[in-house]
């Protein structure tokens, strides 16, 4: 059977409640397309992607979906491969996440890239934002972690994040996923086997926070 050894792992009885989970994820590249790949893989299916983007043939090392696909809009490709996520073609900007309705979705996973709307959505939902630092210029998988966005350090993006949410007043607890790794490069040199490793964190996360819900 499709399911039977997430069932086996998780129980019958989640894996039902996975099905009627709903979220969003907002960027779809080397991170993104990882998570969405392992989520949609362990039953739950209704989930909307959201990206600008076309594949170019520089995502091949790192990006699911690519692969064939240079040319594409990254999410109408991917929905060809995941049918049942709804595809949203649009660059997120603090205005569209202003006017877009995130009401009804359970957790809002953050693989953004850009730092305006990264923290505007911090800002905004941090309660139900799992959100990521920079996974390009790292090797070593093992350094990845999930915590305090305020204990991060060696990752100059998201030192740029925590600075810009500490000039606009956001002190709460916030935590993400991050990587104590030095950056290995100074350009945008990436291999999927970090940035993979930071979506199927993000997917292991949000069902963590999941099945810890479902307790209550």
């Not at 995502?59 to 049918?83: C, F, T, W």
């Not at 490793?197 to 069902?207: D, E, K, N, R």
Request: with cysteine.
């Amino acid at each position: 059977m499709k399911y039977d050894r997430t069932k086996k792992l998780f129980g019958e009885n989640s894996f039902e409640k996975f099905k009627d989970v709903k979220l969003i994820l907002l960027g779809v590249g080397g991170v993104g397309s990882f998570a969405l790949d392992a989520l949609y893989n362990t039953g739950i299916t209704n989930i909307t992607i959201v990206d600008f983007d076309t594949y170019e043939e520089s995502n091949m090392n790192r990006q699911m979906g690519s692969h064939g696909n240079i040319g594409k809009i990254k999410v109408d490709a991917l929905k060809e491969k995941y049918p049942e996520v709804t595809a949203i073609n649009v660059k997120i900007t603090p205005e569209w996440i202003d006017s877009f309705d995130f009401s009804s979705y359970d957790y809002i996973l953050d693989a953004i890239d850009d730092i305006k709307p990264k923290v505007h959505l911090i800002k905004k939902y941090f309660t139900r934002v799992i959100s990521t630092s920079g996974s390009a210029k790292r090797i070593d998988p093992s350094k990845i972690e999930y915590i305090s966005i305020w204990d991060t350090y060696n990752d100059p993006f998201i030192k740029k994040i925590r600075t810009q949410l500490k000039e606009e007043g956001f002190k709460k607890k916030f935590k993400v996923i991050f990587s104590s790794e030095n950056p290995n490069c100074v350009e945008k040199g990436s291999f999927e086997g970090v940035t993979g490793s930071f979506g199927l964190m993000m997917a292991s996360v949000t069902i963590q926070k999941l099945l810890k819900k479902f307790e209550k």
